[in-house]
């Protein structure tokens, strides 16, 4: 396909900043060649223009043609037709301009702010001209993919990337697991932000199932053994898989706190009132209330307590069922031998990726009140040190992402407020902690967290409401959408916001063949030259 | 050296009669031709042939109820050759000045008594690298039905071309965008055009 980057595709016959540019194909360029997503220069007068193809069409000069067409047998009349009086249309969205002056070429592609001129020469864009708006593969920037149909590597900056919340969107089955397993291997390597992962199917320590699902992939441990840890919260169902754990985390009825119960409201089909109650019973018993709660027997004395705190007997039966089903997870325990935050916090600090395996405890409620307790604490932690920073003489923390799945469930309209996750997403990247969102209802997640998201990629939505919720504030939102509609259902996303100059649909590159983990584990070309080229220096 | 076919007999801006020297001997329809006349060359695309008595007020009669074949007809009746004459209307379609080809109108029309030539393969391989002539083709008015001649004067220069079909189909898009707004005209060329 290559050799026809530098043949000119079509013109451009109309347009606005708005809506985009029409551009007639050239009668020898063939419609069927043209796919949405792809990406085209044009060639204006002063200044030259990067788009992406967001629709192409069929026109004809003459509806006579349309109502009375040419026999399907004379293919002479339709050779001759084609492109002249019937011809094909593209509609290209012009995202990046570069000026024709020199100030302008240093500058590098800035944002449209006008369209090209009529009869501007439309051409396929090249892998120059695809090196000139993404970049080269180099130290911060990490190779992810190829843009569709091209064969120009793809590079985030990633240092960029995690300076703010980022989301990975996509219906269930589509790959978002792959593309965030790639992500995290690209800041383990590019960039100096650690990853904490919450980890509920199991797929980021050791091994994961590739996209087809028939064969397993090795995760980050066996590529990067001394950069990531496994913490896990089912010791049994680790040892099941044959994998080595770095930390069993048990958790003490100490350690959790009224917050934690609050945003399991619903999960624990708690009311209100036993809400409240959770925080009076925490000021009457301190740090062992829940032991003290679940111990009350239905004795008198129980109900004078309850009297005194002015708790109904109900409300109070009604938390002690809830009280119930948190003391039923096995990783729970009276009193814990040592503390998973400690535990956690030592890692992340010395640099090292935690992953956070779930084992079989897959609900919701275990997912959602772990993934919560231990955040919270982290985020505490490094409020106080970059605050600590602020104030001079200490460094800052090393940059934090977390990773977590499902998030709808903890970033809904409902709990965003509440849970930790809501905070960190909204306050963004004061405190150096960022989120890492993998969902496939990005609808469900409240929108004031999304309006946050810097860069988002997302790979195939169908649901209406999904695609506007990812889209939502995006210029150009409706071409977008076709392009988001029209992705293959596998190894094909869109990546659009902070971390690329504009828009792209891309392939993301290979992964679970032992040539692609050489490749990550050597940290690519790039790296190796970077290092070779160091060497050298110095002999 | 080309050899002359005939000579103007009636001329203006935008076409002219030739009459042959010979009997029958005018070339087929849509065929190019050209006058001799220095510093201008006039071409021109035949797009009507007849041959008739050279008295307007004498018909010819048959003559052949006795004989065996047309030939023997005029072998009996020699004079028959002197007293019927062919001739052809030739439509302007470029000129020729300074050794370059235009595809429009000359500033003066062809001399009566120009000599006509029938244009080589090679001068109407030359003459058909554009075809800006078909617009003035298309806008005459004529007895017989322009599609037709506009037809036979594409069928007759593929003959020269190494691909004759690729000739077509890139005659067949400049009518299009020459009649874009006259769908039933084009249709009408098109399948005359046709393999």
């Known amino acids: 396909m290559e050799p026809q980057t530098n043949k000119i595709l079509g013109i451009v016959t109309a347009g606005s900043v708005e809506k985009g540019v029409e551009v007639r194909l050239d009668s020898a360029a063939s419609v069927e060649d043209m796919v949405v997503g792809r990406y085209v220069t044009i060639d204006g007068k002063k200044r030259r223009f990067f788009g992406m193809v967001t629709d192409i069409s069929l026109g004809v000069t003459d509806q006579e043609i349309a109502i009375a067409p040419p026999d399907a047998a004379d293919t002479f009349t339709a050779e001759v037709l084609e492109g002249t009086a019937t011809y094909g249309a593209l509609h290209v969205l012009p995202m990046l301009t570069i000026g024709g002056d020199a100030d302008s070429v240093t500058e590098g592609p800035q944002p449209v702010k006008t369209v090209p001129s009529h009869?501007?020469?439309?051409?396929?864009?090249?892998?120059?001209?695809?090196?000139?708006?993404?970049?080269?593969?180099?130290?911060?920037?990490?190779y992810i993919g190829n843009p569709l149909d091209m064969e120009t590597k793809l590079c985030l900056n990633l240092e960029e990337l995690v300076k703010r919340s980022n989301g990975i969107f996509g219906k269930s089955g589509t790959g978002k697991t792959f593309l965030t397993r790639l992500l995290l291997i690209g800041m383990l390597q590019k960039s100096k932000a650690t990853n904490l992962i919450f980890d509920m199917h199991n797929e980021y320590g050791w091994a994961g199932s590739s996209e087809g699902g028939q064969r397993t992939v090795k995760a980050l441990k066996p590529l990067f053994q001394s950069k990531v840890a496994v913490f896990t919260l089912d010791e049994e169902n680790s040892r099941h898989r044959g994998v080595s754990t770095d930390f069993v985390v048990k958790i003490g009825y100490d350690e959790i706190e009224p917050e934690d119960i609050a945003l399991l409201r619903q999960t624990l089909n708690l009311t209100e009132p036993a809400v409240e109650a959770v925080y009076q019973l925490r000021r009457r018993f301190g740090k062992d209330w829940i032991q003290k709660a679940l111990e009350m027997s239905d004795s008198d004395e129980t109900k004078d307590l309850l009297q005194q705190l002015n708790i109904h007997e109900s409300t109070f039966q009604n938390l002690k069922r809830g009280l119930g089903t948190i003391r039923r997870l096995p990783f729970i325990v009276s009193h814990a031998p040592m503390n998973a935050v400690e535990g956690l916090l030592q890692y992340l600090e010395r640099g090292v990726n935690v992953v956070l395996e779930f084992g079989r405890y897959r609900d919701t409620t275990t997912y959602m009140l772990v993934a919560n307790m231990l955040a919270r604490r982290i985020y505490n932690h490094y409020q106080q040190r970059m605050e600590a920073s602020m104030a001079g003489n200490v460094t800052p923390p090393a940059p934090l992402v977390i990773t977590i799945e499902e998030a709808h469930k903890f970033l809904n309209r409902e709990i965003a407020g509440y849970t930790i996750f809501g905070t960190i997403a909204r306050e963004m990247r004061k405190y150096n902690v960022t989120l890492l969102v993998v969902d496939q209802r990005p609808s469900a997640i409240d929108e004031e967290v999304m309006s946050q998201l810097g860069t988002k990629i997302t790979c195939l939505l169908d649901n209406e409401r999904d695609i506007d919720a990812v889209l939502a504030g995006v210029s150009g939102k409706n071409d977008l959408?076709?392009?988001?509609?029209?992705?293959?259902?596998?190894?094909?996303?869109?990546?659009?916001?902070?971390?690329?100059?504009?828009?792209?649909?891309?392939?993301?590159?290979?992964?679970?063949?032992?040539?692609?983990?050489?490749?990550?584990?050597?940290?690519?070309?790039?790296?190796k030259q970077a290092e070779k080229d160091i060497k050298d220096l110095f002999e | 050296m080309l050899t002359k076919i005939g000579e103007v007999i009636e001329s203006n801006t935008t076409e002219f009669t030739v009459e042959c020297y010979e009997l029958y001997t005018m070339p087929p329809l849509g065929s190019l031709v050209r006058t001799a006349d220095a510093p201008v060359e006039i071409y021109g695309i035949v797009c009507q042939a007849g041959t008739a008595s050279i008295e307007p007020g004498r018909r010819p009669i048959a003559r052949g109820k006795d004989e065996?074949?047309?030939?023997?007809?005029?072998?009996?009746?020699?004079?028959?050759?002197?007293?019927?004459?062919?001739?052809?209307?030739?439509?302007?379609?470029?000129?020729?000045?300074d050794g370059k080809i235009y595809q429009y109108l000359p500033s003066v029309p062809a001399h009566i008594h120009s000599f006509i030539h029938l244009c080589s393969s090679k001068e109407v391989k030359e003459f058909s690298q554009s075809f800006d002539?078909?617009?003035?083709?298309?806008?005459?008015?004529?007895?017989?039905?322009?599609?037709?001649?506009?037809a036979a004067t594409l069928r007759e220069m593929s003959r020269t071309q190494t691909d004759p079909h690729a000739f077509l189909i890139a005659g067949g898009k400049s009518l299009t965008s020459i009649l874009g707004s006259d769908y039933q005209r084009l249709k009408t060329i098109l399948m005359r055009l046709r393999q």
Do not use: C
């Open chain 2, 68 to 97: 065996t074949s047309e030939a023997a007809v005029y072998q009996s009746n020699p004079q028959l050759t002197k007293l019927l004459r062919s001739e052809f209307r030739v439509l302007v379609a470029g000129h020729r000045s």
């Open chain 1, 481 to 527: 959408k076709t392009v988001l509609a029209r992705l293959a259902s596998k190894q094909q996303a869109l990546i659009f916001g902070h971390a690329v100059p504009m828009p792209v649909a891309f392939r993301p590159r290979d992964w679970g063949t032992e040539e692609s983990y050489k490749e990550f584990t050597h940290g690519g070309d790039a790296m």
């Open chain 2, 133 to 150: 002539f078909l617009s003035i083709l298309t806008s005459t008015r004529l007895p017989i039905s322009i599609e037709d001649v506009i």
């Open chain 1, 119 to 142: 009869f501007s020469k439309v051409k396929l864009a090249s892998e120059q001209d695809m090196d000139l708006v993404f970049g080269k593969e180099d130290n911060s920037r990490f």
